[in-house]
């Protein structure tokens, strides 16, 4: 049976992102918006993770969610689940806020900062696992959050979406964090694991200290 926890935030996500694509009022009222943001508007550092930019951003979202939560709940709990997905979503929106805190036309949404932080949690937990790319495709899964990451950055210096790449690594942090917080033993059972997930976290923070970001 599947876990109710995740089918409730995969319809909360399908729920809230129908009404962006067809409302555009409500789309920008809770996008993630740095000027709105910074005159009080809190809410959509949570709610902008509920909106997507279309269809095939919202299903590749909630796919990944689908194929990733079931590591987590079933090996930490839903309440280990629910920490992580919430934590990442906070960390991804916290990161955007300090790499854009200055560029107050900054926009973005997606629930790819919660959903990356479950990808590295459950690629921390099960290293060896296999993903189908496409369904078809195998592919080891901590190539695939590595990546995902890489990719991100590539977005955020191309600057031609709307989609929160920034927030991938607020959310990639987030998840690795809490993670190794529960499951310190992680350390020493899957040390090259934790070393390779935190190099593209590092590479990302030398870009945007050496100004490349």
């Known amino acids: ?92 929106s916290l990161l955007t806020m300090v790499f854009h805190s200055n560029d107050y036309g900054y926009r973005a949404v997606g629930a790819s900062g919660a959903v990356t932080g479950i990808i590295y949690s459950a690629i921390l937990l099960y290293p ?22 890489f990719y991100s950055i590539y977005g955020m210096r191309a600057k031609n979406d709307n989609i929160g790449h920034t927030a991938h690594f607020g959310g990639a942090i987030g998840g690795y964090v809490i993670t190794l917080l529960k499951e310190p033993v992680l350390l020493q059972q899957n040390t090259l694991m934790v070393i390779l997930l935190a190099i593209p976290i590092i590479i990302l923070f030398v870009m945007a200290k050496q100004g490349k970001l």
Request: net charge neutral; glycine share 10%.
């Open 128 to 149: 060896d696992m296999t993903i189908g790319i496409f369904g078809i495709i195998p592919v080891p899964a901590y190539i695939f959050g590595i990546g995902y990451l």
């Open 1 to 92: 049976m599947d876990n109710i926890f995740v089918l409730a935030i995969i319809g909360a996500n399908v729920l809230f992102s129908l009404k962006g694509f067809n409302d555009s009022y409500f789309f920008r009222k809770y996008e993630f918006h740095v000027g709105s943001i910074r005159a009080g508007e809190q809410v959509r550092m949570i709610s902008s993770a509920f909106l997507h930019v279309d269809f095939i951003h919202l299903a590749f979202n909630m796919f990944a969610l689908y194929s990733f939560a079931p590591v987590i709940t079933q090996t930490l709990g839903n309440f280990t689940f629910l920490l992580i997905y919430i934590g990442s979503l906070i960390f991804g």
